[in-house]
């Protein structure tokens, strides 16, 4: 009888963490989503509501996207070149400002811009003894500007975390994969736990 209660209570246990492992990534997914969203149009809510006297949930969101894409596109504009231009000249000769904003400006743009810096994703043996290897992605092919010839600069984003490090390594040590960038982020990112 004991033996069978026993047995009983870890089926409930196991089925139990299986629907914790269920559960979990989509509710944690969906609460962090609702955070953010919550927060973001809360607060654009309250600038809102001196506009309009009603509250619609969202419309924080939806002025923000809209707000974003004009600036897009008038930032592409022949009039609004000349401007961002000039701001993008002032905060790269502000000393301490430039590095902050060309490291975020050149971050942005490997992810969204125009010339996205991380579509190479690589193989790299970092270590010949013991064939050590890491995924990561080539950002510079050409290291001649450095002095450095026959390597090439690869990123290898950190586990688990929105960081990573960069490495030079000799050319014969990397092997192209055949896989997209975003399932190389994906892999990266989970630790190896996601399937490609």
Same mark, same amino acid.
Request: cysteine-free.
């Given at each position: 009888?004991?033996?069978?209660?026993?047995?009983?209570?870890?089926? !409930?246990?196991? +089925?139990?963490?299986?629907? &914790?492992?269920? !559960?979990?990534? $989509?509710?944690?997914?969906? +609460?962090? =989503?609702?955070?953010?969203?919550t927060y973001i149009d809360g607060y654009l809510r309250s600038l809102i509501v001196e506009y309009?006297?009603?509250?619609?949930?969202?419309?924080? /969101?939806?002025?923000?996207?809209? &707000?974003?894409?004009?600036?897009? %596109?008038?930032?592409?504009?022949?009039? %609004?070149?000349? !401007?961002?231009?000039?701001?993008?000249?002032?905060?790269?000769?502000?000393?301490? &400002? *430039? #590095?902050?904003?060309?490291? /975020?400006? @050149?971050?942005?743009?490997?992810? =969204?811009?125009?010339?996205?810096?991380?579509?190479?994703? &690589?193989? #790299?043996? #970092?270590?010949?003894?013991?064939?050590?290897? *890491? /995924?990561?992605?080539?950002? $510079?092919? @050409?290291?001649?500007?450095?002095?450095? *010839?026959n390597k090439v600069a690869v990123y290898f984003p950190h586990s688990y975390n929105f960081s990573g490090e960069l490495f030079i390594v000799p050319?014969?040590? #990397?092997?192209?994969?055949? !896989?997209?960038?975003?399932?190389?982020?994906?892999?990266?990112?989970?630790?190896? /736990? $996601?399937?490609?």
């Open positions: 009888m004991k033996s069978k209660l026993n047995n009983i209570s870890r089926r !409930i246990l196991r +089925y139990f963490l299986q629907g &914790v492992l269920i !559960i979990a990534p $989509t509710g944690i997914t969906i +609460y962090i =989503v609702y955070l953010i969203f309009i006297p009603y509250s619609i949930p969202g419309l924080g /969101i939806l002025l923000s996207i809209i &707000v974003i894409a004009l600036l897009g %596109f008038l930032g592409q504009t022949i009039f %609004f070149r000349p !401007i961002r231009r000039l701001i993008d000249n002032i905060l790269k000769n502000v000393p301490l &400002v *430039k #590095v902050l904003y060309s490291s /975020i400006r @050149d971050l942005f743009s490997a992810f =969204v811009g125009q010339e996205k810096k991380f579509s190479k994703p &690589v193989l #790299v043996k #970092v270590n010949t003894i013991s064939e050590l290897e *890491k /995924i990561g992605f080539i950002t $510079t092919e @050409d290291m001649s500007e450095l002095g450095i *010839k050319r014969e040590h #990397v092997t192209a994969l055949n !896989i997209t960038s975003a399932e190389a982020m994906k892999f990266i990112v989970s630790g190896g /736990i $996601t399937k490609v």
